[in-house]
């Protein structure tokens, strides 16, 4: 079966730059979307078909795939952003999300 | 504005059977793919199902872990979206969130939650 691959947690400083991977078999071949989850909330689409911003995203959330990776990238990341991270693509017929990455803004 | 309520959720024995229900306000779930996607304590996302569009025949995808067991369907007429869930198990249990699926071709992503409803399978 089809896996996507996250690191588990990522730290970044308030202004700086997180990109967080998500890597799967030809991964690129495929659309990728991304999910913010906060503790407590429902995930909420934050990048689909690789780098689509759904209405009401902040510029500083951006998304990229190619070969085997697909990116997320927040830039000048606040404080605000810290929260999980799910990456998903779809693959004969199934959807299939990552693991998560714990994102902490520090 | 899309708002999807999850129904149904509670405490069950394994075995047992239990239905879960998303009402849709601001859709209409015939005419969008519809899916289930659950959680389980302290743990990521994991896809259940999906039924398509009324344009693509309504048919339904599983993921392999509740094939056989769990069934989603639709009644348009109460813009409601079903997950009967059977021979549960303990394995089973998470907050269980029914989504919109919009359709990128050749899959789909999910643009609309809902707020998610717990299902706790124990003796």
Same mark, same amino acid.
């Given at each position: 079966s089809y896996e996507l691959t996250q690191p588990p947690s990522l730290s970044v400083s308030p202004g700086q730059t997180a990109s967080i991977t998500c890597s799967g078999d030809k991964l690129g071949d495929k659309n990728a979307c991304w999910y913010q989850q906060k503790p407590g909330q429902s995930p909420v689409l934050v990048i689909y078909q690789d780098r689509k911003r759904p209405s009401g995203i902040?510029?500083?959330?951006?998304?990229? =795939?190619?070969? =085997?990776?697909? /990116?997320? /990238?927040?830039?000048?990341?606040? !404080?605000m952003d810290e929260a999980d991270y799910y990456c998903q693509a779809w693959d004969s017929d199934t959807v299939v999300f990552g693991g998560g990455t714990k994102l902490t803004v520090l | 504005e899309v708002q999807l309520v999850e129904s149904g959720g509670g405490l069950v024995q394994p075995g047992r059977s239990l239905r879960l229900s998303c009402s849709g306000s601001g859709l209409t779930t015939g005419d969008d793919a519809m899916s289930w996607v659950r959680q389980a304590p302290g743990k990521g996302l994991e896809w259940v199902g999906l039924i398509t569009s009324n344009v693509y025949g309504g048919t339904t995808d599983y993921?392999?872990? $509740?094939?056989?067991?769990? /069934?989603?369907?639709?009644?348009?007429s109460? =813009?409601? !979206?079903?997950?009967?869930? =059977?021979?549960?198990?303990?394995?089973?249990?998470? $907050?269980?969130?029914? /989504?919109?699926?919009?359709?990128?071709?050749?899959?789909y992503h999910f643009d609309y939650w809902g707020q998610g409803t717990l299902v706790t399978v124990s003796s």
């Open positions: 902040p510029e500083r959330f951006s998304g990229s =795939n190619s070969e =085997n990776t697909a /990116t997320l /990238t927040i830039s000048g990341t606040q !404080a | 993921a392999a872990s $509740v094939k056989g067991r769990f /069934t989603i369907s639709r009644d348009d109460k =813009n409601t !979206a079903y997950l009967q869930m =059977n021979s549960l198990k303990i394995d089973d249990t998470a $907050v269980y969130y029914c /989504t919109r699926a919009a359709m990128a071709y050749p899959g």
